[in-house]
């Protein structure tokens, strides 16, 4: 019986019901748009994400 703990693969907390398996928003959007960076590198400014997205790209 392994059973896991259900934490945000993001930062490890407690996963939240309503962004399950994240433990939030910010979490659940950050992931989202790291696939979306990863995958096909959108230029355009997402309305309300960088809210939480660093940006350091200096290129
Ligand atoms: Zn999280």
């Known amino acids: 019986m392994s ?18 398996p994240f433990c939030s928003q910010g979490c659940k959007d950050r992931d989202l748009l790291k696939w979306l960076d990863e995958g096909y590198r959108l230029a355009g400014p ?12 200096r290129d």
């Open 3 to 20: 059973r896991r703990a259900n934490q945000c693969p993001l930062c490890k907390k407690a996963q939240s019901a309503d962004f399950k």
């Open 46 to 57: 997402a309305a309300d994400y960088q809210d939480s997205i660093d940006r350091d790209e």
